[in-house]
């Protein structure tokens, strides 16, 4: 491969494109919120939020120098991450808080880079994130699932045009950012009901000695504030 043409790729991912106009952002928000409101769409788009919070457990067990042992999503878009090391302290509580937030704020992340023109850059980006999600996957379901998102993303960065690729990565951080905010509200409502007793803020709950209703409280300030926040980035507010 020559020079220029190692040039010509570096350009392509890491430059900047020409900002949507506002309608198509408008537009991209509307096809996101229909993925996220009606329960019959919620119920196939959730997989992708599965992926991300399931994703974010195993990222931040990585980061904290716990041994990642695999990951496991299920057609009912439930979804297992097991980690080896100290069951307890710091690294064991960031990584049991990571789910929950990981897609409002991989959402987030999305927004700052579409606000500065990175589209390619995070078309690329997640690829490379569900290329490595996959090499842990350890059941079939979980690598289909992954293999279709990942497969959707290439197709678009490599067959598209610019308008395309920028209406494709703005539904997607609309849909991280706007389906971050439905998982807390579910699990508070399956809570009520005296159901998920072994959820992620049981398990902090024993962790910290901090209630568990503190933690989902967290949950939502932290997804709401990056709905928020991503919206106005992607608004151009």
């Given amino acids: ?3 220029d043409h190692l040039t010509d790729i570096w350009s392509r991912v890491f430059g900047t494109q020409p900002d949507p106009s506002l309608w198509l952002v408008i537009a991209t928000a509307v096809l996101a ?17 599965t992926i991300a919070h399931e994703g974010g457990h195993g990222l931040i067990a990585l980061l904290t120098g716990r041994r990642l042992d695999g990951i496991r999503l299920h057609s009912d878009t439930s979804g297992l991450t097991v980690s080896r090391g100290k069951p307890t302290g710091l690294g064991m509580v960031l990584t049991a808080a990571a789910g929950y937030i990981a897609p409002s704020l991989l959402g987030l992340a999305g927004a700052a880079l579409l606000a500065a023109g990175h589209i390619t850059a995070l078309l690329w980006g997640a690829t490379a994130l569900l290329l490595a999600m996959l090499i842990m996957i350890r059941n079939a379901y979980g690598v289909l699932t992954v293999v279709l998102t ?14 395309v690729q920028a209406a494709f990565a703005y539904v997607v951080v609309w849909f991280l950012l706007l389906g971050g905010v439905r998982p807390p509200f579910e699990l508070q409502g399956k809570r009520r009901r005296g159901g ?3 959820s992620d803020p049981d398990q902090l709950a024993r962790l910290t000695h ?7 409280g ?3 300030v932290v997804t709401l504030c990056s709905l928020i926040g991503g919206g106005r980035w992607l608004l151009g507010l």
């Fill in 150 to 163: 990942g497969a959707a993303f290439v197709l678009v960065s490599w067959l598209t045009t610019p308008d």
């Fill in 210 to 216: 901090v209630p568990a209703a503190v933690w989902l």
């Fill in 1 to 3: 491969m020559d020079t």
């Fill in 218 to 220: 967290l949950f939502h």
């Fill in 196 to 198: 998920a007793a072994d």
């Fill in 33 to 49: 919120l229909g993925a996220v409101v009606p329960r019959t769409a919620w119920r196939l788009a959730r997989n992708a939020v």
